[in-house]
């Protein structure tokens, strides 16, 4: 219920929507799909603005970049044939992913950022591919890596712009993945993993990217697993290590869903997975 | 339609079917009554407290509060909210509104508003001054010496023992199990854990009350039980029944959740107080710990055998909690005692059962009523037992199932809580169930080889067997009345409550075809006070034999009038006469024949006669249907997830009247059946809060989780029902758990004995289990 | 509180309603007299209230009404404007995929979504696409099958 909105703004430029959040202060709020912000039920709102009326769901091409306009919906994003072959698809993949189509209708990739999941399942490999968000408040515009995002940026409460994604690295030949782990076919992550290999002709890996959700306050590059794979060749037992590593790495919690015992355990078993999938989509076995 | 097929036995559609599918008003929500207020019940944040004070003055004081309730505006009437016959076999130990609260969402008080904003806010400004009393919170501690009383109150009436938090206690004996057990070759014996798992109607419980002009207390209400509710509701605010009408609209799912009265009384109540509409809906977070949820239990299962696979002796012993209120306390457990040990023929069976309070949400009836937690030990202690015999499972329950002829003299011991009826069995399909069971799951291919392995997976496949009743032999009972329209059309008034199952059709199709008129030709009002005669209601699965036993009796009587005016218009003897397919004629060769509808018009404006009967009907039996269900897994031994690949059910429920029903009820009851087996649980934590009250942590399986289900409908005649039918409501529920678990101990040897059975579960024991049996290989 | 004013094509008539910044299309539609949109979870997780908005469904509650103003919602109502019911609602009812009927509507839409854009889908597609409906009563089969064979006699039809 929410009697206690005042106000709905709808502004049709973001810098406009910047200014609003700003005369609102603390009891406004940006709103795009609604799915986390209605849910949530935060009765200390008085203003809404409405972001999704300022021309930002495009997908595109910028220079060399794949370019997502915060407003995009999961399910735009799932279909854009850019997305679909960019890094594999893997953020096509985890769009396709979240939650129901409906949901997928509804939900953003600005929301869905700036609500700051650790399960988001777009974030994973959004991090993965070392995406770059734009923001825009009273300080103006810029751009930061997501994973300053998650460090603090997020909580200055700016409004995400875009996001976007540089070309994958284009070394040796590459493979990569997007696992998840849910307690039935829709649910949110107990665990999910976005990866990327590049690997040279003899299996050796020469770039890696490994990025977890759900198992941390944020999600993580787990930059320690990566650090292992360089370099080596892929065996079962590289796999094994770079899962027991992964399950140092983490830092899951005790929830309804699951116990951080087994968030840590499953954070091992689809890095594994997630590695395996990497290699034959690189074309190794 | 062919004109010579009958209607019964054939999937007709759903009379309901195109309102619902075109989304016409149908649910108690989509009637608002002009001037309506929003009700709006505070809940208890405690589980075990005495209400010291409540301030009521601000929130009276908010503009657009009509009213507000506590324990101090109320009549003190203690009664059961279960919905059951009187005199109800549960305790009478709740109140409209109390000056103590025995769980987390009990009630505090209630408000009426102008609209459901100021409603939210008056209870947010009630204050409440609570005396925290120690929670009683594990079902196991809740007997001992020195435990908080929850049940101190000196007008409850019915509990066994209040000071010990026993709220029912129930011991039968079959022979002498003691002797039994010695004279076996093989004792097993074992211990099982099983949980809340909550209704989940898509519909929340509502409810809508007014005064009608002749101040009469009109309900409007999501209810299985609308005849109960009148009287329930009638004696907690102290009016007559005669001032009471309870309609029961369209229902979006009951499963035993809405057998129970909820909201009637307390929405009656603001009514009262106001003198205006006032409806009340429950928010879905409301639904999961303030509606009613199974029973939780601890079963002891024991159970002997000789050497020839023949049983001597067997045995359950339960521990289970109602939660904070005593609703259907007695006769859910004493259900898993009675509808599951005589499943299997020994001649000394035992059945003890402990029903304790606990300051947890509040148990009640629910799809299975105690069969589910009982043929979930019993099944697995029958596969246990089967596999260390070395005994083919099927074969094992073959040779010891109840058979056709059997007397089940458990039965009688365990009525509704009291004395019961013995059952004789007079039709069982079982044998064949377990047959087409098996081929459709590939049973032979799947067991005979080594359980098919694949990486880190893991396939296997169980069964399990389970029956239920067909109402409660010499309790429950329904009436219909049935007229007919000037026009050849017919009017069935039945009190029974369709909530969705499609009673209202089976209904139909019985009278149509005994009066000899087409599907189309029949109107049905149900579930209507006022207007249709009394009817228990819709439980323990009774509908089709019992409310469709009564359509069957009135359409014979209203048929033999049709047959008076008949033989009388043709002018042929009345054995001569037929009706069928809208058209009376005679059978004699001579060719007359009358349409229905010219012989209804003569009727009403020439003979001046309204033809027109009732009938009311009970048995004193209670046919159980049968269910032979399998289960084929995949366990992900890296993640410790289940996956049902198939779940096959055979099940013999007699004649099915509407076969696509039938298979509609199997086909959900499997769904919820495995949801109770490996995914739904509420959460309860150690201050008593349920910690999952939504969709997101209480997972119900949606399209893209079922696995492929197999229905064969296994026809039997059954001499007591209309037609030949039993009942297929509930029996579906109770197999795919325990065939869930014997799939699992066929595809990686371990057995689960708790529920739900959660990967990370599976995932420690297959763990253990590697570590027991290779020391030296490596674990990853 | 300011009140706005939204102009919603709803079933293909024009609407202009008053509402309060807050309030929920959900609310807004039942209390117009679109009792078919449903109220099950209001949190997005049942799909009850599912609509289509511009030809996608997406669920009402999740919805604020003002989000809705210029666009065009469908309800179930919209599927049977004159009482006849369209092919897919037919098939829900031949196919005795209506129990208590409460998820109908819903999942009616998200099918009729579905069929718009890919009118032969795999079973799982169409799965997939009522994965959002939750159904207590039927255990999804007879649904699935409804959905399929709508999707069959339109292609029939062709």
Redesign the interface.
């Known amino acids: 219920?929410?009697?206690?909105?005042?106000?709905?703004h709808?502004p049709a430029t973001a810098h406009e929507a910047v200014l609003l959040l700003q005369e609102n202060g603390p009891a406004g709020r940006y709103?795009a799909?609604?799915?986390d912000l209605?849910?949530q039920g935060d009765r200390s709102i008085r203003a809404?603005i409405?972001v999704?009326r300022m021309g930002l769901d495009y997908i595109e091409p910028r220079g060399d970049e794949c370019v997502i306009g915060a407003t995009a919906t999961m399910?735009a994003i799932a279909r854009a044939p850019l997305v679909r072959e960019w890094a594999g698809g893997i953020l096509a993949r985890a769009a396709a992913t979240c939650?129901?189509?409906?949901?997928r209708?509804?939900a953003t990739l600005g929301g869905s950022l700036a609500n700051g999941s650790p399960a988001a399942d777009l974030a994973t490999p959004l991090l993965a591919m070392e995406a770059r968000v734009g923001l825009e408040d009273s300080a103006g515009r810029r751009s930061v890596p997501l994973t300053e995002f998650y460090a603090g940026e997020r909580a200055r409460g700016a409004l995400l712009i875009e996001a976007a994604i540089p070309p994958p690295p284009q070394a040796g030949r590459a493979g990569w993945s997007f696992q998840k782990l849910g307690r039935t076919?829709?649910d949110i992550s107990l665990v999910n993993v976005a990866a990327g290999l590049g690997l040279d002709g003899d299996g050796r890996v020469l770039w890696a990217r490994l990025a977890l959700g759900a198992v941390a306050p944020v999600p993580m590059r787990a930059a320690g697993a990566e650090g292992l794979l360089l370099g080596r060749t892929l065996t079962p037992e590289l796999l094994g290590e770079a899962a027991e590593t992964v399950a140092r790495e983490v830092r899951p919690i005790d929830d309804v869903r699951a116990s951080a015992d087994y968030r840590r355990e499953m954070a091992g078993v689809f890095t594994r997975r997630a590695l395996r999938e990497c290699a034959r989509e690189a074309g190794c076995a | 339609m062919k004109p010579e097929d009958p209607i019964v036995g054939r999937?007709l559609?759903?009379l309901?079917?195109?309102?619902?599918?075109?989304?016409?008003?149908?649910?108690t929500?989509?009637f608002p009554v002009p001037g309506m207020l929003v009700g709006k019940i505070l809940a208890s944040s405690r589980a075990h407290a005495r209400i010291r004070s409540i301030d009521t003055s601000r929130a009276k004081a908010l503009p657009g509060v009509r009213a507000v309730l506590t324990w101090q505006d109320v009549p003190r009437v203690p009664h059961t909210t279960a919905g059951q016959a009187w005199p109800e076999p549960s305790p009478y130990d709740t109140f409209l509104l109390d000056s103590k609260v025995r769980f987390v969402g009990d009630r505090v008080a209630a408000v009426a508003a102008d609209t459901r904003a100021i409603a939210e806010e008056a209870v947010r400004l009630i204050e409440v001054d609570y005396e925290n009393l120690p929670a009683v919170l594990d079902m196991e501690q809740a007997m001992a010496e020195g435990v908080a009383v929850i049940h101190d109150e000196p007008d409850a009436k019915g509990i066994h023992d209040a000071r010990h938090n026993l709220a029912g206690y129930i011991l039968k004996e079959l022979g002498d199990v003691e002797a039994g057990f010695r004279e076996a070759d093989f004792v097993c014996e074992r211990e099982f854990r099983t949980h809340r798992q909550q209704?989940?109607?898509?519909?929340?419980h509502v409810t809508a009350s007014w005064l009608d002009p002749d101040d009469r207390l009109t309900i409007l209400s999501s209810t299985q039980v609308p005849f109960h509710a009148r009287r329930q509701v009638a004696m907690i605010l102290q009016i007559p029944v005669q001032r009471v009408h309870v309609i029961k609209p369209?229902?979006?799912?009951g499963?035993g959740g809405k057998q129970e009265l909820l909201l009637e009384d307390i929405c009656g109540a603001l009514t009262l107080a106001t003198r205006r509409p006032v409806k009340i809906?429950y928010?879905?977070a409301e639904e999961f710990f303030m509606a009613r949820s199974r029973h939780p239990q601890v079963l002891r299962m024991k159970m002997g055998v000789k050497r020839d696979g023949s049983i001597t002796a067997s045995s359950l012993k339960v521990l289970a909690t109602t939660g904070a209120y005593g609703s259907h306390a007695l006769t859910v457990q004493g259900n898993t005692g009675s509808k599951v040990l005589p499943l299997y023929r020994t001649p000394n069976m035992r059945f003890e059962c402990h029903v304790v309070y606990t300051n947890m949400p509040v148990a009640g009836a629910f799809r299975g009523y105690g069969c589910p937690q009982g043929f979930f030990a019993q099944e697995s202690v029958v596969d246990e037992i089967a596999h260390d015999l070395g005994l083919d499972p099927i074969e094992f329950r073959r040779r010891n199932l109840i058979r056709l002829g059997d007397l089940d003299e458990l039965s009688a011991q365990l009525g509704e809580g009291r004395k019961g009826l013995a059952r004789t069995i007079r039709s069982c399909g079982m044998p064949q169930c377990l047959e087409e069971g098996a081929a459709a799951i590939g049973w032979q291919e799947k067991r005979q080889a080594p359980p098919a392995r694949d990486g880190h997976l893991r396939r296997g496949v169980g069964v399990a067997c389970s029956m239920q009743g067909s109402s409660i032999a010499g309790i429950d009972w329904g009436a219909a009345l049935i007229r007919m329209n000037e026009d050849g059309s017919f009017h069935v008034m039945s009190g029974a409550s369709d909530?969705?199952?499609?009673a209202d059709t089976v209904m139909a199709q019985i009278a149509a075809e005994t009066l000899g008129v087409t599907l189309d030709k029949i109107l049905v009002t149900s579930g209507d006070t006022d207007t249709t005669p009394f009817d228990v209601g819709a439980y323990a699965s009774s509908t089709t034999i019992i409310s469709g036993g009564a359509v069957k009796k009135a359409a014979e009587k209203v048929r033999a009038q049709i047959v008076a005016l008949g033989a009388k218009f043709l002018e042929v003897a009345p054995e001569a006469v037929v009706c069928r397919d809208n058209t009376v004629s005679a059978a004699d060769g001579s060719g007359k024949c009358i349409s229905m509808q010219d012989l209804a018009r003569r009727a009403t404006y020439k003979e001046k006669m309204q033809v027109m009967d009732h009938a009311s009907h009970f048995i004193t039996d209670s046919p159980p249907p049968f269910c032979a269900q399998f289960a084929e897994v995949e366990v992900d031994t890296d993640t410790g997830q289940v996956r049902v690949l198939h779940l096959a059910t055979a099940i013999d429920c007699g004649v099915a009247l509407n076969p696509?029903?039938a298979?509609?009820q199997v086909?959900?009851?499997?769904?919820?059946g495995i949801g109770y087996g490996l995914y739904e649980e509420m959460a309860i934590d150690g201050q008593g809060v349920m910690r999952n009250p939504?969709?997101?942590d209480y997972k119900?399986?949606?399209?893209?989780?079922?696995p492929k289900?197999t229905?064969i409908l296994v026809p039997t005649e059954e001499p007591l029902g209309p037609y030949g039918a039993k009942s297929i409501g509930e029996v579906a529920i109770n197999g795919p758990t325990p065939a869930v678990a014997n799939a699992i101990f066929h595809a990686i040897g371990i057995r689960f004995r708790k529920l739900p059975i959660r990967p990370e579960d599976v995932l420690r024991a297959w763990r253990e289990k590697n570590r027991q049996e290779q020391p030296a290989a490596v674990t990853r | 509180?300011?009140a706005?004013e939204i102009d919603v094509t709803v079933n293909g008539a024009a609407r202009r309603w008053r509402v309060?910044?807050?309030?929920?299309l959900l609310d807004v539609l039942?209390r117009e007299g679109y009792?078919?949109?449903?109220?099950?979870?209001?949190?997005?997780?049942?799909?009850?209230c599912?609509i289509l908005?511009d030809g996608?469904?997406?669920?009402a509650?999740?919805?604020?009404a003002?989000?809705a103003?210029g666009r065009e919602v469908v309800?179930?109502?919209g599927?049977?404007p004159d009482?006849k019911?369209d092919p897919l609602?037919?098939a829900?009812?031949?196919?005795?995929a209506?129990?208590?009927?409460?998820?109908?509507?819903g999942m009616?839409l998200?099918a009729k979504?579905?069929l718009d854009e890919r009118p032969d889908p795999s079973e799982?597609e169409?799965?997939?696409?009522?994965?959002?409906?939750?159904?207590?009563?039927?255990?999804?089969?007879?649904?699935?099958e409804a959905v399929l064979a709508a999707a069959r006699a339109k292609g029939g039809a062709r």
């Open positions: 219920m929410f009697d206690h909105i005042e106000v709905f709808r709103v799909g609604g799915t209605i849910v809404l409405d999704t399910n939650g129901s189509v409906q949901i209708n509804m076919c829709c | 999937s559609g759903k309901d079917g195109a309102k619902l599918a075109a989304g016409r008003p149908a649910f929500d989509d209704h989940c109607p898509i519909e929340p369209r229902i979006g799912g499963f809906e928010t879905r909530v969705g199952a499609g696509a029903l298979e509609g086909e959900g009851a499997v769904a919820q939504n969709f997101l119900i399986l949606a399209a893209n989780d079922m289900l229905t | 509180m300011s706005i309060a910044p807050g309030d929920l039942r009792g078919g949109v449903k109220r099950g979870c209001e949190s997005g997780e049942c799909g009850a599912t908005l996608k469904a997406v669920l509650c999740l919805t604020f003002a989000q103003d309800t179930i109502e599927l049977s009482g019911l609602q037919e829900f009812v031949e196919h005795a209506v129990q208590c009927g409460y998820c109908a509507p009616i998200s979504a579905l799982a169409v799965r997939e696409a009522l994965a959002g409906n939750l159904c207590r009563c039927t255990g999804y089969v007879k649904p699935v």
